[in-house]
Nanobody, 115 residues
Framework: QVQIVESGGGLVQPGGSLRLSCAASGSIFRIYAMAWYRQAPGKQREFVAIINASGRQSYADSVKGRFTISRDNANNTLYLQMNNLKPEDTAVYYC?????????WGQGTQVTVSS
């Protein structure tokens, strides 16, 4: 079975930066795409960014120009570089992997942006 584990969350001040990581492990033949989602208190889970196997990236309008998604295919690892963080970025960030015939989700990592 495939396991997805996020890391790198924490507490930062507005304007600060964080780099999230997502590692996929287990029985993997091919990763077709990996993506980041987030869920703030009282809100629905929302799309943040995605990268496909060819490296093509797409972002939600709310993070465009501030966040960068990247991957290390050799190590099945996904990253999210978050710059100029705002209080409204506060959420649990989840990693999704489209791996072989299924979608897999991690347990999430908390990001809190506060003064």
């Amino acid at each position: 079975q495939v396991q997805i584990v996020e890391s790198g969350g924490g507490l930062v001040q507005p304007g600060g930066s964080l780099r999230l990581s997502c590692a996929a492990s287990g029985s993997i033949f091919r990763i077709y795409a990996m993506a980041w989602y987030r869920q703030a208190p009282g809100k629905q889970r929302e799309f943040v960014a995605i990268i496909n196997a060819s490296g093509r990236q797409s972002y939600a309008d709310s993070v465009k120009g501030r966040f960068t998604i990247s991957r290390d295919n050799a190590n099945n690892t996904l990253y999210l570089q978050m710059n100029n963080l705002k209080p409204e970025d506060t959420a649990v960030y989840y990693c999704k992997g489209v791996i072989d015939t299924k979608e897999y989700w991690g347990q999430g990592t908390q990001v809190t942006v506060s003064s």
